[in-house]
């Protein structure tokens, strides 16, 4: 990657500061139409909120109840198409709603089947009601005192991490170029003060770029403030960060595939307790914080909110030793021009901005439709440009790695999609490589190689957090085997003990975030 924008003399058409969902949607977007695309990402892909989502790809009950219809339609629609776009990475997951008081259970049921009606074609699956029998079916540990039945309904579930870095590959298959650990350190503009391009520089050797392009796009989440006072620094902040937590605790809390969804708690949020790598993620909270932070911290009320909460409504009530591992993710919202709007009131549709420099801004938005995002950003970005005019071809665009034969359930392979079987037949060729590093995350050798050959893994961290989701998973096994880790790292990219040690160190440094003991 370096290479190829060491290479080129010319501007580039699109270049995307950000590697996240927003950023890494965009790249694929403007490189499968055909433009000369490249995407810098100080950190690595996915590092900040787009590896810390519920792992939920929906439309969103709880706007529905909000009456946000027009934000509810769009995401169903976008849901059917990751799923049908990234059949290895996403996947159809059933979620039960129990209902204890007798006038809940119509009022979901009807509201469940106006979100059916709306998925349209893209539909995948219909809700029903249960009675108390099928409920505690379906959720054996389900608290059972005074409950009176539930609904089933259907969503979808993916490996974030897993998806952003496929969509990085899908970006490379159309000539994009996507490189991680290249911090964007100003603007470069012309004589009439129009942006013109970027400054840069490499984190890994120091050396620094000015890069040409013709539009310059700041899809860097909730840090979208700071590149924007880049261009104006009198400008006002625009993000409100709003953090969203997460447990993660053993199968045995739920132990069938079905996933819970409490549609009030006593903080009026969602809660879900979902089915996630046979493990259950717990969620969420919804906490503003003043400013963006790149490892946020679990807070202790957060932390007995969601234990509090989850024990309510199972027959084991979870407890801080229970949990295997903590993540924290700040939310990018655009801030409410009235003032006393909660945040989960603030409106979670995107924004797309455009400076008097031409800097082109996407805010807002979530997971689910960042294809939609990146679309009405390249379309902006064609305007600003004068770019040839392109259609989005991104609807029907299988992201890399497609491969529908996979179970994501059972499989924990299945997310490397069709490169899963080159992963085997590494294996099969040097049979150490099948060695087991963990069984209980599992984690392969193969996959520490593979990684850092073919997915940019640079630092531990990017290997145990993002390329598997071992420090999201069991904190506690993911700093057992660090040491093991760094070493095949070191072998692949050539570095010695001090290497092995700086990494080992920093690594150590995430741990309060992750894990709970701290607290």
Not at 469 to 490: G, H, N, Q, S, T
């Amino acid at each position: 990657m370096l290479k190829r924008l060491k290479k080129r003399k010319e501007p580039w058409d699109i270049v995307v500061i950000g590697g996240g969902a927003t950023g890494l949607g965009v790249a694929v977007d403007a490189a499968s139409r055909g433009y000369s695309t490249l995407l810098l990402e100080q950190h690595d892909f996915a590092k900040g909120t787009s590896s810390r989502s519920t792992k939920l790809v929906h439309g969103g009950v709880r706007y529905l109840q909000q009456g946000d219809i027009s934000l509810v339609l769009e995401a169903l629609k976008e849901r059917g198409l990751m799923i049908k776009n990234a059949p290895h990475l996403v996947k159809n997951q059933a979620f039960v709603i129990p209902n204890y008081e007798w006038w809940d259970g119509p009022f979901y049921q009807v509201g469940l089947k106006v979100y059916d009606l709306m998925s349209g074609k893209l539909g995948i699956g219909s809700s029903k009601k249960l009675s108390k029998a099928e409920t505690v079916t379906y959720i054996p540990t389900i608290d059972q005192h005074g409950l009176k039945g539930g609904v089933v309904y259907y969503d979808g579930q993916f490996d974030d991490a897993r998806m952003a870095l496929s969509l990085a590959k899908t970006a490379r298959q159309y000539n994009g170029v996507v490189i991680n650990y290249c911090r964007v350190d100003g603007l470069i503009k012309n004589e009439e003060q129009i942006i013109s391009g970027v400054k840069m520089t490499d984190l890994e050797s120091n050396e620094s770029y000015e890069i040409t392009a013709k539009t310059v796009i700041n899809a860097t989440g909730v840090f979208a403030d700071a590149v924007k006072k880049m261009d104006e620094p009198e400008v006002r902040s625009m993000i409100q960060p709003s953090q969203g937590i997460h447990l993660v605790v053993g199968k045995d809390f739920l132990p069938d595939k079905f996933a819970i969804m409490v549609p009030q708690t006593k903080d009026g949020r969602v809660m879900f307790a979902v089915p996630w790598h046979d493990k259950v993620v717990l969620g969420t909270t919804d906490t503003l914080r003043e400013k963006p932070e790149l490892e946020p911290h679990a807070q202790e009320q957060e932390i007995d909110f969601i234990l509090e909460t989850a024990g309510q409504y199972l027959t084991k009530q979870p407890t801080r030793k229970d949990v295997l591992a903590v993540f924290s993710g700040l939310r990018p919202l655009a801030k409410p021009e009235g003032e006393g709007k909660s945040t989960k009131e603030i409106s979670r549709h995107h924004k797309v901005m455009i400076s008097q420099s031409g800097l082109i801004t996407i805010i807002g938005g979530k997971w689910t439709t960042y294809r939609k995002m990146a679309e009405d950003t390249v379309d902006n970005a064609i305007l600003i440009g004068a770019l040839t005019e392109r259609k989005c071809i991104t609807k029907n665009l299988p992201i890399y790695g497609f491969d529908k034969n996979l179970d994501i359930t059972t499989d924990p392979l299945a997310v490397y999609g069709t490169e899963k079987y080159q992963l085997l037949e590494m294996e099969d060729e040097q049979p150490e490589m099948g060695e087991m590093i963990s069984e209980s995350l599992p984690l392969r050798k193969s996959q520490v190689v593979w990684a850092v050959r073919f997915e940019m893994a640079r630092t531990v961290e990017d290997m145990l957090a993002r390329r598997v989701r071992a420090l999201f998973l069991d904190a506690k096994e993911a700093f057992r085997v660090a040491p093991d880790v760094a070493k095949i790292m070191a072998e692949e990219l050539g570095y010695g003990q001090d290497w092995v040690d700086e990494q080992l160190k920093a690594f150590e440094e995430l741990r309060p975030a992750y894990t709970i003991e701290n607290l």
